[in-house]
């Protein structure tokens, strides 16, 4: 990212909620290269440390209920007011629940649903994103975010080199070629094309 745009949220708290991890590891980047002072995120807790080591400063089981999450926000030490959430799933009755339960009154929750219907409580700013270039907000996202891309993997200030599981298709290895995966022939996948 340009140096202009990394570093602007260096006092801020995030809370990313969700559970499938390919979405939490690279909104954890992205909040990591943006300067969030606290990156709070759900996950299975067998991803504890990965998620650590990529920048997120708290894990929380994402089998916990909303007034569970809330506690559980409440035990971490020196923790400013939320004020900005990431629901990385768009599910309406779940991980959105936790990212508008997280935030105080005039907090901002960006979901990857655009589509999302929620009624939003007065002084909760909604914004949609999704990474589909059809849509108009995010043609402008790709615009400033594309041409860093290269950079931000050749300098591995964004990291893609964990395995995902079986069933995304996932990475074996750093990215180094696209093949047709043998579990699926119609779909691309990245890295060791013996992979079985």
């Known amino acids: 990212m340009r140096r202009a745009a990394r570093c602007v949220h260096l006092k801020d708290p995030l809370v990313i909620s969700g559970w499938q991890l390919l979405g939490i590891i690279l909104a954890v980047q992205f909040a990591r290269l943006s300067g969030f002072s606290y990156v709070v995120t759900s996950a299975s807790l067998k991803h504890a440390e990965y998620l650590k080591s990529l920048g997120a400063t708290h894990i929380i089981d994402q089998n916990l209920t909303v007034d569970e999450f809330r506690q559980e926000l409440a035990t971490i030490e020196g923790l400013p007011p939320l004020a900005y ?109 013996s992979w079985p």
């Not at 990431?86 to 589509?115: H, K, M, Q, W, Y």
């Not at 949609?128 to 290269?150: E, G, H």
């Not at 996932?170 to 093949?179: D, I, N, S, V, Y």
């Open 85 to 193: 959430a990431f629901d990385a799933i768009g599910e309406s009755n779940s991980s959105f629940l936790l990212a508008v339960a997280a935030l105080c009154v005039a907090g901002t929750v960006v979901t990857v649903r655009p589509t999302l219907e929620y009624s939003t409580p007065e002084g909760l700013v909604l914004c949609r994103f999704s990474a589909r270039k059809r849509i108009p907000t995010s043609n402008t996202l790709y615009r400033v975010l594309w041409p860093d891309v290269t950079r931000l993997l050749e300098t591995k200030a964004l990291v893609v080199r964990r395995p995902f599981p079986a069933s995304l298709n996932g990475l074996r290895k750093e990215p180094t070629a696209a093949f047709r995966s043998p579990r699926s022939p119609s779909r691309w996948a990245f890295g060791d094309s």
